[in-house]
């Protein structure tokens, strides 16, 4: 099992910036990533942003730019900066975490991230 615990978000002004963590514990196996999804209301969860364990990371389109996903693999931790927020990055973003070696993946509880004026 891995555990996931999340900390940032809250309301920020368009063009705002946020800075989202993740941090793993528990049975941390290598070849791994961690990434983070969100979910809008009314919408399905898509993926934001992903980092491997080996550094490599992928962005959606609509964040590319303006988010950087990175990782501390010592400290099992992972962060999401997002700058330039618009009103359509709103919603719960999600810490993930998947093991290559077990296709087993892990979520966090959630944070909520509303970039209002």
């Known amino acids: 099992q891995v555990q996931l615990v999340e900390s940032g978000g809250g309301l920020v002004q368009p063009g705002g910036s946020l800075i989202l963590s993740c941090a793993a514990s528990?049975?941390?196996?290598?070849?791994?990533?961690m990434a983070w999804y969100r979910q809008a209301p009314g919408k399905q969860r898509e993926m934001v942003a992903r980092v491997t364990s080996g550094g490599t990371t992928s962005y959606t389109d609509s964040v590319k730019g303006r988010f950087t996903i990175s990782r501390d693999n010592a400290k099992n931790t992972a962060s999401l900066q997002m700058s330039s927020l618009k009103p359509e990055d709103t919603g719960v973003y999600y810490c993930n975490f998947y093991t290559y070696s077990t296709g087993r993946q892990y979520w966090g509880q959630g944070t909520q991230v509303t970039v209002s004026s």
């Open positions: 528990g049975s941390i196996l290598s070849f791994n990533y």
